[in-house]
């Protein structure tokens, strides 16, 4: 089992930055690839970046290339989603979630959400115009 936790969401204003951070027991980053995914009222929840274990590689959705960064810090066991650059459109639940590798060996890159077997229970940023 792997437990998740988010923290660091918020109110902030369009054009201005947030980080996330997500704490994670019960595997090493040495062992599993985190995602950070987001969700606003009536979206299907959307893939934003990934980081492979051990921090190997990391992959973005187009919308937020160039804006988010995603970092890891392995003896804190967190991992870390900078936002800057933010817009109204960045409001959503933003959820923290572990992969096993299922995604492996299929030639795609993990960017659904069904490649992930643990999420974090989401945190609230709000991006104000």
């Known amino acids: 089992q792997v437990q998740l936790v988010e923290s660091g969401g918020g109110l902030v204003q369009a054009g201005g930055s947030l980080s996330l951070s997500c704490s994670a027991a019960?595997?090493?980053?040495?062992?599993?690839?985190m995602g950070w995914f987001r969700q606003a009222p009536g979206k299907e929840r959307e893939f934003i970046a990934t980081i492979t274990r051990g921090g190997g590689n990391t992959y973005y959705a187009d919308s937020v290339k160039g804006r988010f960064s995603i970092s890891l810090d392995g003896g804190a066991n967190t991992v870390y989603l900078q936002m800057n650059s933010l817009t109204v459109e960045d409001t959503a639940v933003y959820y923290c979630a572990a992969s096993l590798g299922s995604w492996r060996g299929t030639g795609a890159d993990p960017r659904r959400p069904g490649d992930y077997n643990y999420w974090g229970q989401g945190t609230q940023v709000t991006v104000s115009g």
């Open positions: 019960g595997h090493t980053f040495a062992s599993v690839d």
